[in-house]
């Protein structure tokens, strides 16, 4: 592997978050200066975000909007947030995509995990947290610290457990 800082090479998305494990309000504050500070075209900063603490509001309606497989692991996460942005061109969508890998850097840096999830109900989570109609969900985050894998489904447990892979750099250029 290249030279590359430990807070990428040792990002991964894992499933199994401690149930008892606590965002702190400073973590909270720290993810989102860190998305804050992302890159953005004209700085037009269209993220928004919403952030529920485990068994808070929020993050109860932000649960419900998640698959029932996902609930299932999703719901030991200290933290659940919507990641959206405004406006209705792609560039606010790479542009929070932005904002979202910068918080997710800052995460591992401060010793949490970010999984993010693009299945759930967008309609039902906009009603439920009474999104203004311009704010668009795009990713759900759940974030914490890593849990136990064996308290997850035999499935999910190897998929935990294996080797990441990813393509090699070669495959990934156009030309």
Do not use: C
Request: net charge negative; glycine share 6%.
């Amino acid at each position: 592997m290249a030279d590359l800082t430990p807070l990428l090479a040792f990002r991964w998305s894992p499933r199994a978050f401690d149930p008892d494990a606590a965002l702190s309000p400073d973590e909270a504050v720290s993810l989102l200066e860190a998305a804050r500070w992302a890159p953005s075209a004209e700085n037009r900063q269209p993220w928004r975000f919403a952030l529920g603490r485990r068994d808070d509001e929020t993050w109860k309606r932000i649960l419900i909007s998640l698959p029932v497989d996902d609930q299932g692991w999703a719901r030991h996460a200290s933290a659940l947030l919507v990641a959206a942005h405004t406006g209705d061109d792609e560039r606010a969508a790479y542009d929070l995509g932005q904002a979202v890998a910068h918080l997710t850097v800052q995460a591992t840096a401060l010793g949490l995990h970010v999984h993010q999830l693009t299945r759930f109900d967008r309609p039902g989570l906009a009603l439920e947290l009474d999104l203004p109609r311009e704010v668009h969900p795009l990713v759900v985050a759940a974030v914490g610290r890593i849990g136990d894998p064996f308290t997850l489904p035999e499935e999910l447990r190897r998929r935990e457990v294996g080797l990441r892979h990813r393509h090699p750099v070669a495959d990934l250029l156009l030309a």
